[in-house]
């Protein structure tokens, strides 16, 4: 169509175009559906914001715990990208690396295990992760459990005794790993052997990630902040152990510790904020994510207080994880505009 | 007014790029020696063409009549010779049916509709007429056709006129609204008075704060109330809109006058009193010509029929190639594979949209994030309902309302996994659509 402009006769304004008009190549065009413009947040930049919120709690774990906490931590970032890498070649699919889920997950397992586990639990810990937790279901977004925490629990049932024993925290010597074992802040039933001062900056036994309160919420602050966490997680996980086990407290002081104690010891701070928040294997509602915080919370209280096992955050994430699906489900909001329906239908 | 909320549940921040236009004022776009004019430019039926080869018109002269009631007709955009009745490029990149028109340069008048310059004693339904003679459709990308937006069967309190503009790059309602106030507050006045309404409410953007405060000094005269609303895409949906000035709810598969309301573009609007005052038809409009490859981006006023490669030509050409041409914004705008498609009455605007925004991206497995959930302005789960689709089970997607969805795109602006969420609720939405009609038939 080539269609040329008539000599302005008519009350026309806008100047005729310069000689040298260069039109768009129509044949080059892209057409596909809308919308054209996209907000530019992808897989991978969430993946590494999670991985910079985890490093005050890495730092701490190095302060206290010394270079071999450093170790952990590399061989199972490196090992979750290896088993990642080799499982994605026998399989035949394109390498995922790159999205930097392996990595994380790699972090999270080191935050879970013992500055004194040994490489190959390290090794062994991230072909559980990557592989029974995460490959298996079929890769990023099909796992239904927390790939970190279902290696970390077969990790306690395989190796019980090298799983609960813990290096004692000896802050800022960095080569003395060649430590004692210490005992976890929770192992002794009812009694709190540690002072709420030690186990807020973490000065205390215990795996990786769970020793510091203050660096966890450092980066549970930034994770609410970027808004990469939903905060109704944290908040009804937390809410939830601080009210079962202050009333148990106040019922019976010999039986439990009070509730800040519980709040700051153990894994739950690391839990409520890095694990319980995985967006593959939480709630996607905003009423699902306080019914899940809320489950965690129960079930971990009960474990702590009156259960066999001394701690009970891996387990009660993991099981809200499978009911994750069931509450997606029960939770779906009414879309807008269904009220009226409703209404009128009743009328 | 301004305490009730001014805000809906949800939506998406993009960077509006408006800058780019919104300080250019409105020029005519020169005559052209040949204009080809799309037939079908309205939701509904498409008008009867009532001109043959070698007809002589004049501008304003009817080439096709409404077909029905959900139609409207189709006037000459200047004098000139009907030169052929053939197929060309249209809007859904398939071959439509229009007019050819080779202007004879004199751009003379035919006798149009009488003026009514009295209108505020017109009797309603004759103004009524008037809207439905001058072939007024939706100007805000949809195209529906005004009169029978006008004509509720259902009590209706308020008028709202949709200033929001909430499509990125988009200037055209923003530049007719500060350099026509006049006549967007003269349409709001008769399209209240066909309504039997005493007042109407414009509903702005916050962004546009130059034409909320030229239709504010002028508002009172007519009655209109002008209210600033939240910046916050998509605010000018008209569910969406709606909820933001009156807090009602549109009921899912309803329509506006089941709560009491009529939503009419201000260009729309524009045009309407254009119609009345001055007995013009709809033959042209305000269009944004925009995009960063742009030598010279800006708002022109174009005739119908005008190929978007004049359109370019008057913004200057492109500086480089661009990797899309989209009639409408780039949220909800549809892209072209061809210059040969011309400027329809629902054209708001030509956007040009370089590479580097929309890199080719292989969409990802669904993380769950929950991103789409917390925008959804519907309120909806586009994650659960684009699985359901994956797995062809458009029964599920139904159970979850995807038929509310109204296709605005904030799920996919947003989503990490560059999943293609409102490609599958597109067609999830045809597939159920088309087994209805199935059924009905049997």
New interface residues.
Partial sequence: MNTDLATPSTPATGAPPPAAITLPDAAKLVVSNSPHIRGGETISKIMVQVFIALMPAALAAVWFFGLAALEVMVLCTLGCIAVEEIWNKCVKRSSTWKDGSAALTGLLLAMNLSAGAPWWICILGSLLAIGLGKQIFGGLGYNPFNPALVARVALLIGFPQLMTSWVAPQAGRFFACEAMTGATPLGAQGAAIASINDLFIGNVGGCLGETSAIALLIGGAFLLVRKLIKWQVPASFIGTVALISGLVHYVNPEMTPPALYHVLAGGLMIGAFFMATDMVTSPMTANGALIFGCGCGIITSVIRIWGGYPEGVSFSILFMNALTPLIDRYTIGKPFGYIRIKKEAAQ | MSDKPRKF?GG?H?NDSKALSASKAV????????Y?VIVHQNIGAPPEVTVKKGDVVKKGDLLAKAAGFVSVPLHAPTSGTVTALEK?PGPA?ISVPSIEIT?D???TWGNCMEPIPDWQNAEPSVLKQRVADAGIVGMGGAGFPSHVKLSPTKPIDTLILNGAECE?YLTADHRLMVEQPEEVLQGAAILARILGLKSAVIGIEENKPDAIAKLGELAGKYNVTVQGLHVNYPQGAE?QLI?ALTGR??????LPM??GCVVQNVASAAAVAEAVIQGRPSIERITTVTGE?LVNPGN?RFRLGT?I??A???A????Y??????LGG???????????VTVMKNTSGIL??PAE??S??TS????????C?ECC?????P??ISQAVENERFDWAEQ??VL?CI?C??C???????R?L??HF?RAKAEIMAARRKQQKK
């Fill in positions: 549940k998406v993009p020029q005519n776009a020169p005559l052209l020696a040949k080809t060309c990149c202007a340069g004199q751009d990125p569910k909820y709810e549109v009921p899912i598969g309803g089941d709560v490859p022109w190929p490669s004049k370019i030509e008057l200057g050409g492109v500086k190639q661009p990797a899309k041409l989209l780039p949220m909800m705008g549809f892209a072209q594979n061809s210059l040969d040009l949209i925004q929309v080719q991206y990802e497995p669904c993380i769950r994030c929950g991103r959930v302005p519907m309120d909806i789960l994650a659960t979850l309302n509310a296709e795109g904030s996919s602006y947003s989503c990490p996994a560059h293609p409102n490609q597109k």
